[in-house]
């Protein structure tokens, strides 16, 4: 084979093998954007949803600050309404959180908000102070989550509602209405 031949092929060769290496370099740097861009739009999902998790619970200490005492039935059952379409929106929300470390724990706290199982002998104080801890506990794990940091440990009146009633931990059967 003459030497001007063998050059040809081995240009033709060169060329093609580059052509090769450009177009998977390519296709690779394409698919790197791709993946890129869609966790660049989940953890955009993930931050929406945490805000808004954190205007439930900001609504829920509105609601639970204000005392009980002077209320009438019907105000009574207006707000336990409201307690609970704040924490389903919390319970729907979660589901966009990707950690599950703090998805469990914002869900597991949203169940202790209305917390009154029949041997529950709290006063209403109680009841509402218990309220502010979890959703505070909550908050503390929602934030550490969007600083990107470990989360906290859990509030030790929130260990102790948890531990008294262990049944309602992880569980939302108990949510629904009659």
Do not use: K
């Amino acid at each position: 084979m003459e030497s001007s031949v063998v050059v040809g092929v081995i240009g033709l060769a060169s060329a093609l093998l580059g052509a090769g290496v450009a177009f998977a370099g390519i296709v690779y740097q394409q698919r790197h954007q791709e993946r890129i861009a869609r966790e660049a739009q989940r953890q955009a999902l993930a931050t929406a949803a945490v805000e808004r998790v954190l205007g439930e619970l900001s609504a829920i200490q509105r609601i639970v600050r204000r005392s009980t005492r002077d209320l009438t039935a019907e105000e009574g059952e207006e707000r336990r309404l409201r307690l609970h379409d704040h924490v389903a929106s919390i319970l729907l929300e979660a589901q966009r959180i990707p950690d599950p470390r703090v998805r469990d724990r914002v869900r597991e706290n949203a169940s202790f908000v209305l917390l009154s199982p029949p041997e529950d002998t709290r006063t209403p104080d109680e009841r509402r102070l218990d309220g502010m801890w979890v959703c505070g506990d909550s908050i503390g794990c929602l934030g550490a989550y969007l600083r990107e940091e470990p989360l906290p440990t859990r509030l030790s009146p929130v260990q102790e509602l948890i531990d008294r009633w262990p049944t309602f931990r992880g569980g939302t059967d108990w949510f629904m209405e009659a």
